[in-house]
């Protein structure tokens, strides 16, 4: 194992904390000492979005096996030349985690073909003595997906995450990612931006406060919508230190309406019968690493041969999220091609995308 930190002592200090106090593991100040040691298969990228692309290309150049945090890259052109840098041979993973979490698993599991009464997908679900475990396609034919987010991020207060130069955004490429990725694993990969999204400008930053958009999963993405489906999404990162914070996606289906936090990893998923029955709330505990279950999961893949078990989360999907964001904020950035952030100025007031 090794760890690699430009500060002087940082990669030590690190290790030090590490399981065992670091014994074995080797420190360096650079990228490419630490690409150069033999004794390192693969390599997890978790720098900021700008510099993804050019470790990830050296890491895959060196040989090693690559994991990389989200979003992928600044744009969708950037997350394509990483994935082509990589390879058809080659081994990338995106640290979309929720894939591989129990609670975002079992939700997707009730979006499948109804089956029989009481059949659970394992996965550390938790229920109240009292409540009924929903079955799996519980929901009937799903008819309508909302997300809402509601946060307070003021310019500046989140470092280097609204400087798209290094970020490539705002809050949109930090949290929004997380769900449009989420639901493209639940709905289908390839999604298509439906009408004519609006974003606005925050004054100060220049980056993206409100975005609103829907995006329309085509037919086949998953059992409970046959005929594809619509999501709304809306997002205002900067609602103000006096707003009620929300973060809820709520599938409505003929048969019964799952409501639950996409970014908050415990908690519970409220599932309510169209009937009128009283609702059941299934509860999941925090995984002691959110990122162990799709680590693991990858792992088993890379190590397991040509019949191992694929891990949910490869390059290719990820590529999508960043085109779509990209479109979803034009009205912002205008086009997101490769290096729009070395021309993009502070813009104010309110924009579309086609």
């Given at each position: ?232 999404f809306s997002f205002d990162f ?26 908050g990893v415990p908690g519970s ?27 693991q999961a990858v792992v088993d ?54």
């Amino acid at each position: 194992m090794a760890v690699s930190k430009r500060t002087p002592g940082a990669a030590a200090d690190f290790a030090a904390r590490l399981p065992g106090g670091g014994a074995g593991v080797a420190a360096y100040t650079d990228a490419a000492s630490l690409l150069a040691d033999a004794a390192v298969d693969a390599v997890y990228v978790a720098t900021p979005p700008g510099a993804h692309a050019a470790l990830t290309a050296a890491a895959a150049a060196a040989g090693k096996a690559v994991f990389v945090e989200k979003p992928m890259a600044r744009c969708g052109a950037e997350a394509a030349a990483m994935a082509a840098s990589v390879g058809g041979g080659g081994r990338l993973a995106i640290a979309y985690y929720r894939r591989a979490l129990p609670k975002y698993a079992w939700v997707r599991s009730l979006l499948g073909a109804p089956a029989a009464a009481g059949a659970l997908p394992a996965g550390g679900v938790v229920t109240p003595a009292s409540a009924p475990v929903p079955a799996a396609g519980c929901l009937g034919t799903l008819t309508r997906v909302a997300y809402t987010y509601v946060g307070d991020h003021p310019a500046g207060g989140v470092g280097w995450r609204d400087d798209p130069p290094v970020s490539g955004g705002g809050m949109m490429l930090d949290v929004g990612v997380h769900v449009v990725n989420l639901l493209q694993h639940w709905f289908g990969e390839d999604p298509a931006v439906e009408g004519t999204p609006e974003a606005t400008a925050d004054a100060a930053s220049g980056v993206e406060a409100t975005v609103a958009f829907r995006l329309r999963f085509p037919p086949g993405g998953c059992a409970a919508a046959p005929d594809g489906v619509a999501a709304d999404f809306s997002f205002d990162f900067c609602a103000g230190a006096a707003a009620r914070a929300v973060d809820e996606v709520v599938l409505t289906g003929t048969a019964a309406t799952v409501r639950l936090s996409v970014l908050g990893v415990p908690g519970s998923v409220t599932v309510t019968p169209s009937g009128g029955g009283a609702p059941a709330a299934v509860s999941f505990p925090a995984p002691a690493h959110v990122q162990q279950p799709l680590i693991q999961a990858v792992v088993d893949e890379w190590t397991g041969g040509a019949g191992a078990p694929r891990h949910p989360s490869p390059a290719g999907p990820a590529v999508r999220t960043s085109e779509l964001v990209d479109k979803v904020l034009r009205g912002v950035y205008g086009p997101r091609g490769m290096g729009f952030w070395e021309t993009w100025t502070k813009p104010t007031g309110r924009g579309a995308s086609t």
